[in-house]
């Protein structure tokens, strides 16, 4: 490639990068979401303390507690890393993942390049085509905007990254070692990184000429890795494989048969907002799948095949750990990974041989009319995409007016308030795992003692604690912060008390009062407060 081709070619690979760029910096102006709370009140916690580095590394030697099994390090420390950058701004925190995110852009086009020259193809337009088909889709928009979603484009940089020093590099012991210390910090971020070592098997079956020493000790070397990774994970949780907790006793096939019958619910709660272009962009992305497979021929056709199959691999594994997909659409951050493979097959299937004169050009119309149909995809995922994003800067909003609101309404309404609010807005988590709002630093004091934020599902429970005491401890320790200790002494039996106020966050963005019956009466009692929170438009 002349100086001159190089330089255009860059130009080429800006243009989804900047398109990206344009269509996210919208959330530099946003605002935490869901479980974002209990992660910025605990760095800001350790932080305050002083403790901030000790105890993320603690996270390196032992599980985060929850419901999972989940060993993620990196992913906390990626999170210290914000506190102590940027603090409680929200824009410091987005910045991590816009970044990420335009460089997994330049990565796909990059790599589509450099592996279609590896099989005599030229793809420095279909790289730059790939990667806006990466950049603007719409599946995986919640692994950007959303902070918490980080884990998936960590690990996607990280891998991508490796595959790419893998291919290119010159010397052998630089493609030895750029996979196993891509893929170390990886697993730290998410367990999906477990499946690269089979997709890198994949790539090397498929590569297009004799694979050197350093290339296949690379490889090996990977599952030497993920095999100490299977080790950590069963000497901490019993079980190597299992993250999600099951649901069912199905087997395997039954288990992910299921979740295949999930996902055109969850697409359908995903596009709700554009019903009708979503289902032509489906229909637009799988007629460039066909034609690029029927272009797609001899070296260079294995190798987008063996892509391919990478993607769809972690597809299927990440759905046998999962279960299902929810019909709301959150879940969109799972298949970032998985899209951006998709994107590299994509590109690699559709490169043109690199010379006029090399033969075996035998079906250029079928690869021309594979790339303008996917040209089109792009374009009408941009517009699923922006109707995504409209809904997760409502959501945004909606949380910030919520913010404001609980101090206005704890400085007008003496004692304890019943809050619900709403779990999701649309496919975007909004108020799940954040009682934490009403705490410091999101909150200038903390008002866990006068406001108790609550989920529609969870209004049963505050039955069952509000009888035990909840309300009298929290009124005696009036706690400060949410940290386990604090929260298993709330949860100390102590004399029954009810709440002052119920109320409910309104879809229209204000606290709305309710009436609840007496709470003698259990299931009179749940009900008038859900009836209430349906009134309010608040849902599950």
């Given amino acids: 490639m002349t100086r001159a081709a190089d330089r255009r070619a860059r130009w080429l690979l800006a243009l989804p990068v900047v398109c990206a760029a344009a269509t996210y910096a919208r959330f530099f102006t946003g605002f935490w979401l ?23 590394w603690a996270y390196f030697l032992a599980p985060i507690a929850s419901g999972g099994a989940f060993y993620r390090p990196m992913m906390i420390a990626s999170l210290s890393l914000n506190e102590w950058i940027a603090g409680a701004h929200f824009a410091g925190w987005f910045a991590y993942n816009y970044a990420i995110h335009l460089a997994n852009v330049a990565l796909v086009g990059a790599l589509v390049a450099t592996l279609s020259a590896a099989s005599g193809r030229d793809g420095r337009v279909p790289g730059a085509l790939a990667a806006a088909f990466f950049a603007l889709c719409p599946l995986l928009a919640e692994g950007v905007f959303w ?86 994970r069963a000497h901490f949780f019993g079980d190597p494989w299992q993250v999600y907790p099951p649901t069912d006793a199905d087997s395997p096939p039954e288990r ?21 272009i979503a289902t032509v962009y489906a229909a637009l992305t799988a007629g460039a799948l066909v034609f690029a497979a029927c272009g797609a021929r001899g070296a260079h056709g294995r190798l987008a095949l063996a892509l391919a199959c990478a993607s769809g ?24 990974t998985s899209v951006a493979w998709l994107a590299l097959a994509l590109g690699v299937a559709l490169a043109p041989a690199a010379t006029a004169s090399e033969g075996g050009e035998h079906t250029p119309s079928r690869r021309n009319t594979g790339a303008a149909l996917l040209a089109c995809a792009v374009v009408t995922g941009a517009f699923v995409l922006e109707g995504e994003l409209r809904t997760a800067r409502a959501a945004q909003r909606d949380l910030r007016a919520l913010t404001a609101a609980v101090r206005e309404w704890a400085a007008s309404h003496s004692g304890l308030t019943l809050l619900i609010a709403p779990t999701h807005r649309g496919p975007v988590v909004t108020a799940r795992n954040a009682h934490v709002l009403v705490l410091p630093p999101v909150q200038r004091e903390p008002l866990l003692h006068r406001i108790l934020l609550t989920l529609p599902a969870e209004v049963p429970t505050r039955h069952e604690q509000f009888s035990g005491g909840l309300a009298t401890r929290l009124d005696a320790l009036r706690p400060s912060q949410a940290d386990g200790d604090t929260l298993r002494r709330l949860l100390e039996p102590d004399a029954a008390r009810w709440p002052d106020h119920y109320a409910c966050w309104s879809a229209d963005r204000r606290i709305v009062e309710l009436s609840a019956a007496n709470p003698a009466d259990r299931t009179r009692w749940i009900d008038a407060l859900r009836d209430g929170a349906e009134r309010c438009r608040v849902v599950d």
Wanted: hydrophobic content about 50%; proline content about 4%; aromatic content about 12%.
């Fill in 34 to 56: 869901g479980d974002d709370f209990a992660n910025l009140h605990r760095t800001w916690l350790a932080d305050r303390d002083g403790d901030l580095w000790a105890q993320t």
């Fill in 313 to 336: 691999g972690l597809a299927v594994a990440t759905l046998l750990n999962l279960g299902s997909m929810g019909s709301l659409g959150e879940g969109g951050r799972l298949t970032y």
């Fill in 256 to 276: 992910l048969w299921h979740a295949v019958r999930s996902i055109a619910p969850w697409w359908q709660g995903l596009t709700a907002q554009t019903p009708r």
């Fill in 147 to 232: 902070i918490s979603a980080r884990a998936d484009a960590s690990v996607t940089l990280l891998t991508l990254a490796g595959f790419l020093v893998w291919a290119r590099a010159e010397q052998s012991w630089v493609r030895a070692v750029a996979l196993p210390l891509c893929l170390v910090p990886a697993l730290g971020f998410k367990e999906s990184a477990a499946v690269f070592p089979l997709q890198m098997s994949l790539m090397a079956f498929a590569w297009p000429s004799r694979l050197s020493r350093g290339r296949i000790v690379g490889v090996a070397s990977c599952f030497v890795v993920a095999g100490l990774y299977f080790g950590l």
